[in-house]
């Protein structure tokens, strides 16, 4: 398997067999890692970490990952760079693939990733926009791994907003991984027609399966895996709040979705979570509307079927396979 050069801007680019590849790097990368035995083989490499938009573990997991491999980073925050405003995308990137060897890019449309790869000699990784979430995929593969042994069957379902990033990425991986993948949510946040096609092609192929579905029961009727993200993202304006609280209470991941599910089921959650009152905008919802948790009750989230936190450590594990590959 030879990734070298390439980008990884969403998993739609990607064979099977190459995910898989990728996820069994990052196994043995935490492995070593584990074990104390350092993996410095990037020595001398420089990247370039791009924020549009805020993070916590992308921004950690690639500074991490590329320290461990022996590798400098520099990173661009929100505001504090010329791209967008004084510069476009298409010289930004011949700018800095002059400087570094790989471009990290967290931001809004799906299509400024694409031509900041087009523009750039060196590997564009993508950090999140608004379409696709790939770098999440590999840790939450890498999660199921772990705790199932496998991914194909695996019946996995989201509850949520299902036409952003997070429901996407996961239903093109469910369909390159012979996964079953459900979107249950209100028939208003479906994915796309146009990519449910695609992924619908492409589950023919591997032996999984797409399914819509706007009934809770039937949709976390024995799940292997419920999952689900922020009802409002990143980008998104503040007034939306109260239709989401609406369209989105009934499939919040509760006890009773759990309990619906497989006997084994497990949770996971890109994060962050609003699932108690511990942050300022889960505060300020309650005052604006009364909930205490939304996406997921506090109960689910410090349950014992919860991995959302080997899942966010995975991040920087599987970030450090696809920088090892594509540099
Ligand atoms: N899951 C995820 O991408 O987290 P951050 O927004 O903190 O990077
Ligand atoms: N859908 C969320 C994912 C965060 C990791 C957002 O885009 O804000």
Redesign the pocket.
């Given at each position: 398997m030879n990734l070298k050069g390439r980008d990884f801007l969403k998993l739609l680019d990607f064979t099977s067999e190459e995910i898989e590849y990728l996820v069994d790097l990052a196994a043995d990368l935490k492995d070593k890692k584990k074990k104390g035995i350092p993996v410095d083989t990037l020595r001398g490499k420089n990247v370039a970490l791009i924020f549009e938009?805020t993070s916590t573990r992308t921004r950690c997991s690639f500074e991490v990952a590329a320290h461990d491999l022996g590798m400098g980073t520099t990173y661009l925050d929100p505001s504090g760079s010329q791209i967008g405003k004084k510069e476009s995308i298409a010289d930004t990137a011949r700018v800095l693939a002059g400087m570094f060897d790989g471009i990290e890019y967290r931001g809004y449309g799906q299509s400024i990733v694409e031509e900041l790869a087009e523009y750039s000699k060196v590997p564009v990784w993508n950090g999140?926009t608004?379409e696709f979430?790939p770098t999440?995929m590999l840790a939450d593969l890498l999660t199921i791994k772990e705790h199932f042994g496998y991914y194909k069957g695996i019946k996995l379902t989201y509850m949520g907003d299902a036409r952003?990033?997070?429901g996407n990425s996961l239903m093109v991986t469910c369909a390159k991984m012979g996964m079953h993948f459900t979107a249950c949510t209100s028939e208003k946040y479906f994915p796309e027609a146009s990519l449910v096609e695609e992924c619908k092609a492409i589950a023919a192929t591997t032996g999984g399966s797409i399914t819509l579905t706007e009934d809770v029961k039937a949709g976390t009727k024995d799940a292997d895996v419920i999952y689900t993200?922020?009802w409002v993202?990143?980008?998104e304006p503040d007034e939306i709040w109260k239709e989401r609280i609406h369209d989105l209470l009934p499939y919040q991941v509760n006890k009773a979705a759990m309990d619906n599910a497989g006997k084994n089921a497990v949770f996971l959650h890109?994060?962050p979570a609003f699932h108690d009152l511990d942050t300022k905008i889960g505060k300020d919802i309650q005052k604006r509307f009364g909930i205490s948790e939304m996406e997921v009750t506090d109960e689910v989230f410090e349950s014992e079927q919860s991995l959302v936190f080997e899942e966010a450590e995975n991040r920087m594990h599987t970030i450090k396979a696809i920088m090892a590959a594509t540099l």
């Amino acid at each position: 398997m030879n990734l070298k050069g390439r980008d990884f801007l969403k998993l739609l680019d990607f064979t099977s067999e190459e995910i898989e590849y990728l996820v069994d790097l990052a196994a043995d990368l935490k492995d070593k890692k584990k074990k104390g035995i350092p993996v410095d083989t990037l020595r001398g490499k420089n990247v370039a970490l791009i924020f549009e938009k805020t993070s916590t573990r992308t921004r950690c997991s690639f500074e991490v990952a590329a320290h461990d491999l022996g590798m400098g980073t520099t990173y661009l925050d929100p505001s504090g760079s010329q791209i967008g405003k004084k510069e476009s995308i298409a010289d930004t990137a011949r700018v800095l693939a002059g400087m570094f060897d790989g471009i990290e890019y967290r931001g809004y449309g799906q299509s400024i990733v694409e031509e900041l790869a087009e523009y750039s000699k060196v590997p564009v990784w993508n950090g999140l926009t608004n379409e696709f979430h790939p770098t999440q995929m590999l840790a939450d593969l890498l999660t199921i791994k772990e705790h199932f042994g496998y991914y194909k069957g695996i019946k996995l379902t989201y509850m949520g907003d299902a036409r952003y990033n997070m429901g996407n990425s996961l239903m093109v991986t469910c369909a390159k991984m012979g996964m079953h993948f459900t979107a249950c949510t209100s028939e208003k946040y479906f994915p796309e027609a146009s990519l449910v096609e695609e992924c619908k092609a492409i589950a023919a192929t591997t032996g999984g399966s797409i399914t819509l579905t706007e009934d809770v029961k039937a949709g976390t009727k024995d799940a292997d895996v419920i999952y689900t993200d922020v009802w409002v993202s990143m980008g998104e304006p503040d007034e939306i709040w109260k239709e989401r609280i609406h369209d989105l209470l009934p499939y919040q991941v509760n006890k009773a979705a759990m309990d619906n599910a497989g006997k084994n089921a497990v949770f996971l959650h890109c994060l962050p979570a609003f699932h108690d009152l511990d942050t300022k905008i889960g505060k300020d919802i309650q005052k604006r509307f009364g909930i205490s948790e939304m996406e997921v009750t506090d109960e689910v989230f410090e349950s014992e079927q919860s991995l959302v936190f080997e899942e966010a450590e995975n991040r920087m594990h599987t970030i450090k396979a696809i920088m090892a590959a594509t540099l």
